[in-house]
């Protein structure tokens, strides 16, 4: 470890992200680069979502009992400040500020590191950052006379994963609850999410210089370009340029391809197409790609309302079905 540096100002530290930026203030973790944020910033709300660490974790190895974290919150999407602290790969506490209040503000939040290290041996934690707040860390302590080192390198493959706001695990009550966070686990990942919420086919938006070199890849878009009154010829054409561009940046990785998930107005019709008509759209969009593989997203995610929090994001329990299943789809994929 550099000791001229505090351990939490380094990227070593950190995980599931691009690059660690410092400021005058602390440092801010980054999940795109410099010309995908400058695309997004065209658009005040996409500019923030995509400013939000959603996937990223501060990562060591520790024989600390507690840690503690201040946090600037500078702009948020939903009015609360989620972190999510685990042991060995286990949920061990979600810290909460909710109502987060007027922006900016620092929040501070403590966490008892359980189970208990034994005999002093070091144990691996990742305190997960929220998803939907745009935040500095501006300090980070640990226990008296406790010691930190970046975490082993374990994580067997990388997971690039592509989307709007249910990739990036908006309305999760947990920091770790998205389906792109919790696939990652159960694959031994690390994970690159990409998520902005109420972003579409943008072929654009993908940056071919990405410094990330994936195992698999999942895109996940549709619901926001129906919405939008897009009509299915140009969800299909924007969905095709889109799978070219990745495609072309990282030849024989496997992409899947996930159409939009139950919605409670399913079977509304705009721009002469329902969410069945976009479905197929974005199916007939990968015809004739080998490497990309169509995942019906009505599998995904029970129809029920209380998978729901609002008949569009998952709740929890609704992103727990989401990863599970498409887990399965993922293992296919990678000829597991």
Not at 107 to 127: E, N, Y
Not at 137 to 147: E, N, Q, Y
Not at 198 to 225: C, K, Q, R, W
Not at 281 to 301: E, R
Request: aromatic share 8%; net charge negative.
């Amino acid at each position: 470890m550099n000791e001229e540096v505090p351990f939490w100002k380094q990227q070593a530290y950190y995980r599931n992200l691009i690059r660690l930026v410092k400021t005058d203030r602390g440092v801010k973790p980054v999940r795109f680069t410099k010309r995908q944020l400058e695309h997004f910033s065209r658009d005040e709300s996409y500019r923030l979502r995509s400013q939000c660490p959603a996937g990223v974790s501060i990562s060591l190895f520790t024989d600390a009992t507690w840690i503690e974290l201040d946090i600037q919150a500078e702009a948020a999407m939903r009015d609360r400040l989620l972190v999510m602290a685990t042991v060995e790969d286990r949920w061990s506490k979600l810290a909460t500020c909710d109502p987060l209040g007027p922006l900016p503000r620092v929040v501070s939040f403590r966490f008892d590191l359980h189970p208990m290290a034994k005999d002093g041996k070091p144990r691996s934690v990742d305190i997960y950052l929220s998803q939907c707040v745009d935040l500095t860390i501006t300090d980070v302590r640990l226990s008296p006379g406790a010691f930190a080192s970046p975490p082993e390198d374990r994580r067997s493959m990388q997971l690039l994963c592509i989307g709007d706001s249910i990739t990036q695990g908006i309305d999760s009550h947990n920091p770790a609850g998205g389906f792109a966070l919790r696939l990652a686990r159960l694959l031994n990942a690390e994970l690159l999410n990409q998520g902005v919420g109420g972003h579409d086919f943008d072929p654009d938006s993908f940056d071919p210089e990405l410094s990330f070199e994936p195992t698999l890849i999942t895109i996940a878009y549709g619901v926001n370009d129906w919405s939008k009154n897009k009509t299915a010829s140009e969800i299909k054409e924007n969905a095709r340029r889109l799978l070219e561009r990745v495609g072309a940046r990282y030849q024989g990785v496997p992409i899947l391809l996930i159409t939009p998930i139950w919605h409670h107005k399913e079977y509304e019709q705009i721009a002469a197409c329902t969410l069945s008509d976009v479905r197929n759209a974005i199916a007939d969009a990968a015809v004739g790609m080998s490497h990309v593989q169509v995942v019906d997203g009505i599998g995904l995610v029970p129809g029920l309302s209380y998978l729901f929090s609002d008949g569009v994001h998952p709740t929890d329990e609704g992103f727990s079905h989401y990863a599970v299943e498409l887990w399965r789809h993922a293992l296919r994929a990678l000829g597991r």
